[in-house]
T-cell receptor, first 110, second 117 residues
């Protein structure tokens, strides 16, 4: 079965510090991975996605993720976070049907 | 990006009643829509795939007679929770996919909070 594991349910970080949100996936022949962000009372918004090509994927709002086949990981990173990045982040996989991880709440403190 | 709306944004109903939730793609035609359920502090779980003009495909463990899905037009899908019970209380989210247009990704609605008393 296709599965995605987000290792941290909550990540507290100070403003302007770097952050990494971890995501691992179960291996399969083809992999389509993505990260979505959910701000309070809003719908999910696509941050970035990986289907093929360069393993370093750049997304919106300064986020990037690296596809690592040997580690079966797709961790999300940002070199310097802002208060406005406080939200819940979902890693997921799938092309037609999407399967999400359990989410990571990023709490950026001043 | 494209916009997907849901109505209502929240609803409270008595046990045993039915509730209908609408999902609309506002600026594109969605041949496929998806319905998810999100429990508190948990992830989104795919419930069903809704294809315009055909029957919905339900994920394993989802009762199709309880969660009725209709996708009668290219911009509207509805989810009806029939004979709702407190355990059906949850956050329901839809997404729409424009497979034929310039967008080839899923766009999510803001969700509907259902509380069954």
């Amino acid at each position: 079965a296709q599965s995605v594991t987000q290792l941290d349910s909550q990540v507290p970080v100070f403003e302007e510090a770097p952050v990494e949100l971890r995501c691992n996936y179960s291996s399969s022949v083809s992999v389509y991975l993505f990260w979505y962000v959910q701000y309070p009372n809003q719908g999910l918004q696509l941050l970035l996605k990986y289907l093929s090509g360069s393993t370093l994927v750049k997304g919106i709002n300064g986020f990037e993720a690296e596809f690592n086949k040997s580690q079966t990981s797709f961790h999300l990173r940002k070199p310097s976070v802002h208060i406005s990045d406080t939200a819940e982040y979902f890693c997921g996989r799938g092309f037609n049907k999407f399967y999400f991880g359990s989410g990571t709440k990023l709490n950026v403190k001043p | 990006g494209a916009v997907v709306s849901q109505h209502p944004s929240w609803v409270i109903c008595k046990s045993g009643t039915s509730v209908k939730i609408e999902c609309r793609s506002l600026d594109f035609q969605a041949t496929t829509m998806f319905w998810y359920r999100q429990f508190p502090k948990q992830s989104l779980m795919l419930m069903a795939t809704s294809n315009e003009g055909s029957k919905a495909t339900y994920e394993q463990g989802v009762e199709k007679d309880k969660f009725l899905i209709n996708h009668a037009s290219l911009t509207l899908s509805t989810l009806t929770v029939t004979s709702a019970h407190p355990e059906d209380s949850s956050f329901y989210i839809c997404s729409a996919r424009d497979t034929g247009g310039k967008y080839n990704e899923q766009f999510f609605g803001p969700g509907t909070r259902l509380t069954v008393l």
